[in-house]
């Protein structure tokens, strides 16, 4: 199989934060994101894994976060070799709606032109780096909230920046082994698009000889994960990264909603690639999305314990 052109676009971000109350209210009340699973850590089940999308939780929609406070876990530094921003797309029209919206609730955010677009930049209460890019062309359907108008709504992931260190070894691999083209750059920043462009399917490189490498833990995106159709096609790609490129690629790993690996790429950004398949819809149904903990199969037995475990939030 060429494995070439598989990878259609973002799947989704999933970062390391702090406090679960701050980082819950901060996505859903503010940003008005929908929670669409809450579940624990696979790896840590004293930790909540919390998913933030859109109505149904389509791939690409969403944003994931560990939220890691008291459980000694270091604040991360930013840097290269990481994801530095994620961006969301909403209408150009909302940005000065979410300017002031932002502003209100204590959280500075500056306008910025780049590619022709305005965004919108702010920091969640982990430190995280976002944005709101003004898109026009975005056709999903945004989550509704009562006190934002579905013309204001956020749409989903628009792209993600990482920080690398030399251009070179980053984009090879973005064009050679991703299908990706670079589509803009402007500065020291390149934009490379998957398949087509759209909203969901943009990476910003940003070159940064001089940038310290970044260390992971609190307020720092772990990775981004791209989507594609299937198991099949994901064995073929692990094939190809291990056996023909002598990546370091771990197992396929069974998410639950959906299966994936991860790895390193050139520059140091680990990304992971998930398939579209199964989906959130796996184990509730979209009405009740992200209602009730959710556990994989192997910890139901300890589902009390664990509740025990979780801090209680006021959801
Ligand atoms: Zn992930």
Do not use: C
């Not at 310290?212 to 692990?238: F, P, Q, T, Y």
């Amino acid at each position: 199989m060429d494995t070439t052109h598989l990878i259609q676009g973002i799947h989704h971000v999933t970062a390391t934060v702090s406090n679960a109350q701050a980082d819950y209210d901060f996505y859903t009340q503010l940003l008005g994101l929908r929670l669409v699973k809450k579940t624990v850590n696979f790896d840590n089940n004293k930790v909540y894994h919390f998913y933030y999308g859109t109505a149904e939780g389509a791939p690409g929609t969403i944003m994931t976060t560990f939220p890691y406070a008291g459980q000694g876990i270091r604040v991360g530094i930013p840097g290269t070799g990481q994801v530095s921003r994620t961006g969301f797309s909403a209408p150009s029209a909302s940005l000065l709606f979410w300017k002031e919206r932002l502003t209100a609730a204590g959280v500075s955010a500056q306008l910025v032109d780049r590619f022709g677009r305005v965004h919108l930049q702010f920091k969640d209460p982990s430190g995280l780096g976002l944005e709101i890019i003004g898109t026009n062309d975005d056709p999903r359907s945004p989550w509704r909230r009562e006190d934002i108008s579905l013309e204001m709504a956020l749409r989903g992931i628009f792209n993600v920046s990482v920080a690398v260190k030399e251009l070179v070894p980053t984009l090879d691999f973005l064009t050679t082994e991703f299908g990706f083209q670079l589509n803009e750059q402007s500065g020291n920043i390149s934009r490379f698009q998957a398949k087509d462009g759209g909203a969901g399917q943009y990476i910003d490189v940003m070159e940064e000889p001089d940038g310290v490498r970044g260390k992971n833990g609190m307020g720092i995106v772990h990775h981004v994960a791209w989507r594609l159709d299937s198991e099949a096609e994901l064995a073929a790609l692990r094939e190809r990264l291990v056996h023909d490129l002598g990546f370091k690629v771990t197992e396929i790993k069974d998410r639950k909603y959906f299966q994936s690996i991860y790895f390193r790429i050139p520059g140091g950004v680990l990304f992971e690639v998930a398939t579209i398949p199964p989906g959130f819809g796996v184990d509730e149904e979209e009405t009740t999305l992200g209602q009730h903990l959710q556990l994989p199969t192997w910890e139901e037995e300890n589902r009390a314990q664990i509740e025990a475990n979780l801090e209680q939030l006021d959801w």
